[in-house]
C-alpha cells in the first residue's frame, strides 16, 4: 500500500465517519443508505487513483464498487426471498382457511345427512308401526266378526231350541187335550 493510497484511504474513512453516523440514526431502509454511501467512497476512491496514478487505490476502488454491487444483490435477493415467503404464508393461509372451510361444509353435510337419515328411519318405523296397528284392527275386526257370527249362530241354535220346546210343549198340550177328548167321549 504506497503513502497516498494509505493518505486517500485515512481521510476517506474520516470523512465518512459523520455520514457513517447519520445513515445509523435514519429511519427507514438505512442499507440503501449505507451502499450508496460505499458506492460513493468507491467513486471517489477510483478518481483519486486516476488522478493521482495510484493503481492499488483503482484497484481498492474496483473491488469496493464489486462488494457494494454484490450487497444490493443480496439486498433484492433478501427482499425477493422475503416477498416470495410472505407470498407462501399468505397462499398457506388461504389453503388452511379453504381447508377449515370444506371441513366445515363436509360436516354440516354430514350432519345434514344424519339428520335426513334419523328422519328417514323414523318415518319407517312410523309407517311399519301404522301397517302393524292396521293388521292388528284388521285381525281384530276378523275376530269379532267371527265372534259376532258365533254369537248369532248360537242365538239362531238357542232362538231354533226355544221354538222346537215350545213346538213341542204346545204338541204336548194339543196330545192332552186330544186325550182328555177321547176320554171324555169315552
Given at each position: 500500500?504506497?503513502?497516498?493510497?494509505?493518505?486517500?484511504?485515512?481521510?476517506?474513512?474520516?470523512?465518512?465517519?459523520?455520514?457513517?453516523v447519520a445513515v445509523q440514526v435514519l429511519p427507514g431502509d438505512k442499507q440503501s443508505a449505507k451502499l450508496t454511501v460505499d458506492r460513493l467512497d468507491a467513486q471517489i476512491r477510483s478518481t483519486a487513483g486516476s488522478v493521482l496514478g495510484d493503481e492499488g487505490l483503482r484497484r481498492d476502488a474496483s473491488a469496493r464498487l464489486i462488494a457494494a454491487d454484490q450487497r444490493e444483490r443480496a439486498t433484492e435477493l433478501r427482499a425477493k426471498a422475503e416477498q416470495v415467503d410472505a407470498e407462501a404464508d399468505q397462499k398457506a393461509a388461504r389453503q388452511k382457511e379453504?381447508?377449515?372451510?370444506?371441513?366445515?361444509?363436509k360436516e354440516q353435510q354430514a350432519k345434514q345427512a344424519e339428520q335426513q337419515r334419523k328422519q328417514a328411519s323414523a318415518?319407517?318405523?312410523?309407517?311399519?308401526?301404522e301397517a302393524r296397528e292396521k293388521q292388528e284392527r284388521a285381525a281384530r275386526l276378523e275376530q269379532l266378526q267371527r265372534e259376532e257370527k258365533a254369537l248369532a249362530e248360537k242365538e239362531e241354535a238357542l232362538t231354533a231350541k226355544d221354538e222346537a220346546q215350545r213346538l213341542k210343549n204346545e204338541a204336548g198340550k194339543l196330545k192332552a187335550e186330544r186325550r182328555q177328548r177321547a176320554a171324555s167321549k169315552a
Open positions: 500500500m504506497s503513502l497516498v493510497h494509505t493518505a486517500v484511504d485515512g481521510y476517506l474513512k474520516l470523512a465518512r465517519l459523520p455520514v457513517d379453504q381447508a377449515r372451510q370444506q371441513r366445515q361444509r318415518k319407517a318405523k312410523a309407517k311399519a308401526d
